[in-house]
Nanobody, 115 residues
Framework: QVHVVESGGGLVQPGGSLRLSCAASGSIFSIDTMGWYRQAPGKQRDLVATITSGGKSNYVDSVKGRFTISRDNAKNTVYLQMNSLKPEDTAVYYC?????????WGQGTQVTVSS
């Protein structure tokens, strides 16, 4: 069993920054891809960014240049640094980790960008 827990969400003004963290624990030998998705009210859950075990990252166009994904393999943790936040970034952000070809999701953390 793998447990995934996100933290770091909150309320921030437009133009502000937040850093999300996601820690995986449990029956883990190694983690493949780690990533972040988000879901705004009434919308589907969409990809934000992913990072492979080798450190190769991928971003949705709307966050390129503003968000940075990183990971600490020793801690089984992935981060999402979010800068220049916009109201349209408001959503519940979910972490996903792939272990032995199976995806494990966290419970989500709310990010609200509002003045």
């Amino acid at each position: 069993q793998v447990h995934v827990v996100e933290s770091g969400g909150g309320l921030v003004q437009p133009g502000g920054s937040l850093r999300l963290s996601c820690a995986a624990s449990g029956s883990i030998f190694s983690i493949d891809t780690m990533g972040w998705y988000r879901q705004a009210p009434g919308k589907q859950r969409d990809l934000v960014a992913t990072i492979t075990s080798g450190g190769k990252s991928n971003y949705v166009d709307s966050v390129k240049g503003r968000f940075t994904i990183s990971r600490d393999n020793a801690k089984n943790t992935v981060y999402l640094q979010m800068n220049s936040l916009k109201p349209e970034d408001t959503a519940v952000y979910y972490c996903v980790v792939k272990v032995f070809a199976r995806d494990y999701w966290g419970q989500g953390t709310q990010v609200t960008v509002s003045s």
